[in-house]
């Protein structure tokens, strides 16, 4: 059986010029990696005084939306931010993380469409990132 390595980028550093920013990717690339789909990040940071960017994602079910959630703990854990309030992880339709210089949210397809994040903060420009390519099987390196 083949197997596939999961990739870990190296954690964000806390004196990193652009911090809010690499973080905000990090957590895209941990969504991009649990296959989330529609992944956005918006840079709300002149439009709001509570955090710099809002990344937004959409998962099949609460099994896929807690992966999601869970994986991108780890990931601003290892970055040395904690979770200030997590929001919605037993309900599985919408789940939402608040790192302060990000805030994660996770949607089912259903809720994404219902509460159209993206219109209400149409005014934010939208961060470029490419998801990073597929990992290859360990017997193909």
């Known amino acids: 059986m083949t197997e596939i390595r999961r990739r870990r980028a190296e954690p964000v550093p806390k004196d990193a010029p652009d911090r ?26 002149k439009l ?23 994986d991108v703990e780890i990931a601003m854990g290892e970055s040395g931010l904690n979770c200030m309030g997590r929001e919605g992880f037993d309900m599985g ?20 469409n219902f509460y159209q994040l993206e219109e209400l903060w149409a005014d934010a420009p939208q961060l ?3 998801p990073l390519p597929e990992a290859k099987p360990e017997d193909e390196e």
């Open 93 to 112: 339709h919408w789940i939402l993380l608040d790192f302060g210089e990000v805030i994660m949210q996770i949607f089912d397809f259903d809720a994404r």
């Open 48 to 70: 709001c005084s509570y955090t710099d960017y809002f990344i937004i994602a959409s998962g099949h079910n609460q099994a896929q939306l807690r992966a999601i959630a869970r």
């Open 20 to 45: 809010s920013e690499l973080l905000a990717r990090r957590c895209a690339e941990m969504a991009d990696e649990n296959r989330a789909e529609n992944i956005e990040i918006l840079c709300v940071s």
């Open 128 to 130: 470029d990132w490419t």
